[in-house]
């Protein structure tokens, strides 16, 4: 059992994250965490704020020794810039799409502020520390995962014609994390367009998983389900209102026989697959090779344009609106979305193949290759 | 907490749910499970099989007494007609877009009937028949739930001038609980077609809760987001592979400000929106009044037409194909999509309201309404 | 992950668990968990109902195809003799010891039935059923786990001379489950003179589960600890008030010099102790070999002879009484905590190797021993 | 829900926590926390190297503001005086009575080091900082939770004349924790005996929660019980080998007429015990008022009188010493057992009653309250 909790306030001193269950013996590679903190900062849209101020970073304050992990419990920490959260003034005016206004009638206060320094999507500098830590484990076992932006707006990337590493060799020089420069184009019209207004916007993201053996997951019990503890830890990341797997929303046009990828088989390869529209999930389990996934994010709810609200103290309507903001984070929801994928795969393959080294766990994985491989 | 397993094969005893954590003194009304049952196996698009057999019906084998819960775990049963399971046949064969393939290879096994006799589609009648007890749980607040199916092919479904009342009242006595006639008209052509080629088609089924209180789920760490756990639940039934909450994939193309529902203030109401594009959830948290979600179903895996596979005995290819098979259970997955969601609201609001009989449960619902109505 | 939940009253149709978890490829053992079900029902010391009444046996309602698991949610049922649940009259006397006055407070009531229906003994038949399975899952692995009476009042057991297999071969025939004819026989009186009083009695009972290997539970969370596991578990068995690992509460008397087993190597046996002081375990974490645990059950709370109570309806003080009553079902304890013990390992057992098959175990397993062995 | 992690070593930068589940509005009184790490830091018998270092203080890095809880995660931080973890020598010689041994095995490591980091009672010190912020919350309901040493060698405590209050005030000025002081003094001789011949010592710590509402925990199910859930988190804490609940072990002897607390009944009190030897615990069910548990704490492992182990590099015996040591931290182990019983009933107050402020459940607090007088 792979588990986590994160904590911290946008304000506050840090974020920190407990890791649990992770095995002994697997190096940290600090500049590839931090590099991942680096690529969530990163993407066209932020506001100067953003991409000016000094790059996140990782400590580890528990469960590495010499540089590898001891089995015990990891506390990973990011810490704030601005830690001014006590001296902040209280909030009294909820924005529409944010957690406020929920949050003050449910926790009985009387200040917004309370609620959306833990709401904020600071939060997920914390979950992008725990899902590089996974990648590198994952890596051990030959799985990578990628993200890249599919549409924003009229922008619509095709990468049909392009292998995963093309899009993803693409992707990671686009400012946008889009494969697709001729949608790009389009995005970021769409955004410049927006930021004019005073207005953002969202977007969608293609998360994948390369590598993946057969297996994870199950069909047994609901939430044994690959796909359903995906669609948990995607859909939990800020501002997604969407999950889709392979196909997604498509199965709802197409026939049967259009859809279901068909089964071959070689000796060199085994039993596969020519398509991939299932996204690599059938039955709650990994069929083996790419786990495909999309999440949809929303425009963010701070915007310099207006939007009607209300006081909570003297309830009075009032025009919700900010100085400055962000007009999009999209390509940054994609690497929490990498990072949250990388979470699930992890688990799943540590409850598979058990272990508390990861000389153990690769020993019980190779005796499973060669038990699908001679099947 | 409230928590369940269902246990069971299609062709063995019975299907069998445990529930554990439900509050004592909730009146049981078999009737209105045994209905959700019959909804179930409704829908056009089902082959003979399917809707000339007996209806299920549900058996309390504990946690009741005298019409009444006991605080005690609940054993649901549902039998089955069929319980050849173990003089059935062998089966070699594995189908694309099934478990059968991923499954064999996870548990070695050298017969497919041991993956698809647990993977199948029947499992939901147990999950049916704990929802309809939620059901029950949820009225004594005055949440319902209820679901329509949206679109199926180019059958799309316009609800837009419709309340969510008309929308029930229609779907309910659509044969594809689908409240547009003229989309109606349009899907069932598409099934008829499909059925005509021997393939299978899947849909889109959006499920509405009403009623929902301000504050269910929190945003405060990622496993405890109603948004969040409504994704998982919904994923986890067999063959969806999309989940859309409120605008759900349209945010892409929206700016902030023609989504975000804005916020305003009376007296008689308190804090309301005029529009519903969170699909009633903000910061993982229900903002009061309806919840709304989206799922999409894929084309049944199992269809005359022939499809590719491979014998898992002696690795020939061969062409997969039944003799008969259902067009569509698109209906039915909207049952089972009310249900899980329903399980969810229940959850969140033992959760939330603590409590061990409904009379307590209540009257802490009732100060909490009181506290909000007074912020 | 393995997890159950049990659910039934002991008047009502049957008792019933859901077991969740277990690996393909068991065979199952009927007569194995039959007869762990009778081994609970004997004893010295229990009415004559229950001696008489026909014995338990397990229903496999799901999981089971061929006689072997597969993978699926197991379902077993143990059918109830008296099923009068809905005709048996209201009470409203609770007796002191039970659950009555706490439940009917708890979960607002009137009738003290609906508490003790679900409080009673008899949910341990479910319990053993499950432990049955464990026990049949463990002995793949060599793990055998086995209960004696060590103290009945004055009948103090002396064990210190046999060896756990004398123990266990002389318990098994004993009708008290002891190893001690002396000390059996001063039970035996206890448990007469108590019966001529009306009385009840309760007891001590070890449970010994042999040939654990090294490294079961963790140090690095608390919820982790193989200790810390058992306790819950016994302790959760209805009537205990204590329990202890090893040398158990006498630790408090003795020295660091006395308590601790030393550690002494061979290259034939590797790591090993000559004495088991720690009762199997350290730091949270099996050492390999024998595990120790005790248990103490309180005097049955149903007895003839009377305790004052007050009927929870008029308020009236009473002398609760029963016509009869067991005297004792310390032996039933004792197959009751082999049983959960058995959980408590096959769990753990499934976390540290992982597997979907009773083969991929065995061979995860294997590699480990090598790897301990090589060390 | 409630739930926390725990991480560091001991020789590391700190020790966090992470308690997740707070409502909140709750006071944060720093001193208060302080003083409970300060307590678990004294008590006779610790080395000189205990006792002069600066005592230990919390830090909170998230989840508070303006000093009251927000209802986010909180991090509780410990930091170490000595951070030299990675500068300390390899260790090759494990200790018996140690996770040692068992850890380099099971997590495959050649340096003992990597395990006795996080094995050591170090990490309490988290647990108790997160058990104090437990009776900050728990003390808004009236509830006390409290500890005293009853048994060290041939010290054995009298407290059967003196009222809990008594024995509190004793055990809080005695530096042994003991409220006996002819029983104490034995105690020490016991230690100083033990200390001459380079030894170490255990013993035994009651435990008392005062004014615990009738109905935590509950009887339907294992893992709900709360002398079940008291034992886990008991049994968790670092060199405890039994856990006794109420009569506990005495339960072997009694009748069943000796042992039950009868039932009584007066307008103001509403039903009530006159005795108290179920421990206030029954059917997994608190009944009301105090609730009392005995832990037993094996003799610390690191002793300087010699005992036999083997090196795990070259397999040669060696005879395990250390040069100076505590001889015993009983005391110390009571405050840590107060803040695992503190956790524990702060979980079950918040499972029964619900809420997201401390002003909500104290509401439904109330409601229930009345609910029980008026039965």
Do not use: W
């Amino acid at each position: 059992m792979l588990r986590y909790l994160t904590a911290g306030e946008s304000h506050g001193l840090c974020l920190t994250a407990i890791v649990e269950g992770m095995p002994a013996g697997l190096t940290i590679n600090q500049a590839a965490i931090d590099l991942e903190l680096k690529r969530r900062q990163l993407g066209y849209g932020r506001g100067a704020r953003m991409t000016s101020i000094e790059t996140d970073k990782v400590n580890f304050l528990s469960g590495v020794r010499a540089g590898k992990t001891m089995g015990s419990p990891l506390t990973l920490q990011v810490l704030n810039k601005d830690t001014s959260i006590d001296k902040l003034p209280k909030v009294t005016r909820p924005r529409p799409g944010h957690a406020d206004l929920s949050g003050v009638l449910k926790y009985d206060l009387d200040d917004v502020r309370t609620i959306l320094e833990r709401a904020s999507a600071r939060e997920t500098a914390a979950r992008v520390a725990v899902g590089a830590l996974m990648k590198l484990f994952l890596k051990e076992f030959g799985i990578e995962v990628f993200s890249h932006v599919t549409k924003m707006g009229d922008g619509v990337a095709k990468t049909d014609t392009l292998s995963f590493d093309q899009i993803r060799k693409k992707a990671e020089v686009s400012p946008l994390r889009c494969a697709d420069m001729k949608a790009e184009a389009k995005m970021i019209r769409f955004i410049d367009k927006a930021k004019k207004a005073g207005d953002t916007v969202g977007g969608s993201i293609e998360i994948v998983a390369l590598n993946v053996p057969v297996g994870l997951g199950s069909h047994v019990q609901f939430d044994r389900k690959l796909d359903a503890k995906l669609a948990m830890q995607l859909m939990s990341i800020q501002a997604i209102k969407a999950v889709e797997i392979g196909a997604g929303t498509k199965v709802a046009e197409l026939l049967g026989s259009q859809l279901h990828d068909q089964i071959f088989y070689s000796k060199q390869k085994g039993f596969f697959r020519k398509t991939h529209r299932a996204g690599g999930i059938e039955g709650g389990m990994s069929v083996g090779g790419p786990v495909v996934v999309r999440i949809h994010m929303k425009p963010l709810s701070t915007l310099r344009r207006p939007m009607m609200s209300v006081d909570i103290k003297n309830k009075q309507s009032f025009k919700a609106t900010v100085e400055r903001s962000d007009v999009s984070a999209v390509p940054a929801a994609g690497i929490v979305g990498e990072s949250v994928m990388a979470f699930v795969l992890a688990d799943a393959l540590i409850e598979k193949f058990g272990g508390d080294s990861v000389a153990e766990i690769k020993r019980n994985y190779q005796g499973y290759l060669r038990q699908v491989a001679q099947f």
